[in-house]
């Protein structure tokens, strides 16, 4: 499956970006969906998640600011972030599962929050 994702760019603190990621392709089998982010010198971390039966999980760190969902139609997973801080700068990144184990990630796009 590609994944092409939308929705970055630059905001200032206390903003609001909706991301986009698109499957497509080999689509079949398609479970979770996720977001994750890299800040520079920091490690990849999941921001949120949603598996198929729409169980969403969160990063403590956005939670309540942050809203992960899907549209199985379009095959499409988007994160609302509300209540941005400088902090929540760092590429996103999509990623969907297939068959509980075959992993997708997208191309990345960028997120920066000025203070």
């Known amino acids: 499956v590609q994944l092409q994702a939308f929705g970055g760019g630059l905001v200032q603190a206390g903003g609001s970006l909706r991301l986009s990621c698109a499957a497509c392709g080999r689509i079949f089998g398609i479970g979770a969906m996720g977001w994750y982010r890299q800040a520079p010198g920091k490690q990849r971390e999941l921001v949120a998640r949603?598996?198929?039966?729409?169980?969403?999980n969160y990063a403590d760190s956005v939670k309540a600011r942050f809203t992960i969902s899907r549209d199985n139609a379009k095959n499409t997973v988007y994160l609302q972030m509300n209540s941005l801080k400088p902090e929540d700068t760092a590429v996103y990144y999509c990623?969907?599962?297939?068959?509980?184990?075959?992993?997708?990630w997208g191309q990345g796009t960028p997120v920066t929050v000025s203070s």
């Open positions: 949603v598996s198929s039966d729409g169980t969403t």
């Open positions: 990623k969907t599962r297939q068959y509980g184990r075959i992993d997708s």
